[in-house]
Nanobody, 122 residues
Framework: QLQLAESGGGLVQAGGSLRLSCAAS????????TGWFRQAPGKEREFVGR????????YLADSVKGRFGISRDNAENTMYLQMNSLKPEDTAVYYC???????????????WGRGTQVTVSS
């Protein structure tokens, strides 16, 4: 089974930047639609963005569009989430996941990492 491991989370001040990584093993990440999700305490898991099979098409949620960017390094079998202009409301556990179809619904994603905590202080 494909395994995913997020890293790069931490504490950052509002307005700062952070880059999250999602390293894959046991499979080729570029064979999947890969997505980022986040979940804050007491809230449902929220779609952040995704990148399609060939890495050509990316889509970001309106809440992060213009601030976040998704990319994938096929040589490293790793997906990234570049987060800029961070806000306190971005505080959450961030997860990466894979799917065989393009979706914003976390229930359609099959493989998940364990998440990395991002905390944005005001």
């Amino acid at each position: 089974q494909l395994q995913l491991a997020e890293s790069g989370g931490g504490l950052v001040q509002a307005g700062g930047s952070l880059r999250l990584s999602c390293a894959a093993s046991g499979g080729t990440l570029s064979s999947y639609v890969t997505g980022w999700f986040r979940q804050a305490p007491g809230k449902e898991r929220e779609f952040v963005g995704r990148i399609t099979w060939g890495g050509i098409n990316t889509y970001l949620a309106d809440s992060v569009k213009g601030r976040f960017g998704i990319s994938r390094d096929n040589a490293e079998n790793t997906m990234y989430l570049q987060m800029n202009s961070l806000k306190p409301e971005d505080t959450a556990v961030y997860y990466c996941a894979t799917s065989h179809g393009s979706s914003r619904n976390p229930r359609n994603y099959e493989n998940w990492g364990r998440g990395t905590q991002v905390t944005v202080s005001s």
